[in-house]
């Protein structure tokens, strides 16, 4: 099943979010100051291709630094990314067969807003993993 949803996603939005995410990387790596946003546009951006049987978790180890890189990731992009995919996911939910795919959008929201200091795992992992 997990399958035959990220085929239908990947066809419908998957593919041009990713498209989206890895061009945002690619001008985050520009400057080298930015490219701890553009790494994680690209891990969003992997995640946005195929969001299904994938989680986010938190990342041991990550400091102060992904604090202060997201509250300025919240401030130049993450409200907008945020609020891109609540609408979109609103707009999938309002017909049955689009349920699961405005899910997926959802679970899109807190990665697209605080992106550093956390990892893709796959459904299957254990939590501690």
Request: charged share 10%; hydrophobic share 60%; glycine share 14%.
């Amino acid at each position: 099943m997990r399958t035959l949803l990220n085929l239908i996603w990947l066809v419908l939005a998957g593919f041009w979010l990713a498209v989206g995410y890895v061009l945002a990387g690619l001008i985050c790596c520009i400057l080298i100051i930015t490219i701890p946003f553009g790494i994680a546009s690209f891990r969003i951006a992997g995640f946005a291709l195929w969001p299904f049987g994938r989680r986010m978790v938190d990342r041991r180890g990550a400091g102060a630094g992904s604090v202060i890189g997201n509250v300025i990731w919240i401030l130049v992009a993450g409200w907008w990314l945020a609020l891109g995919h609540l609408a979109t996911g609103i707009a999938l939910c309002v017909s049955i067969i689009g349920i699961p795919l405005g899910i997926a959008n959802f679970k899109l929201i807190p990665i697209s807003l605080v992106p550093l200091g956390k990892e893709i795992v796959s459904t299957d992992q254990g939590f501690g993993s």
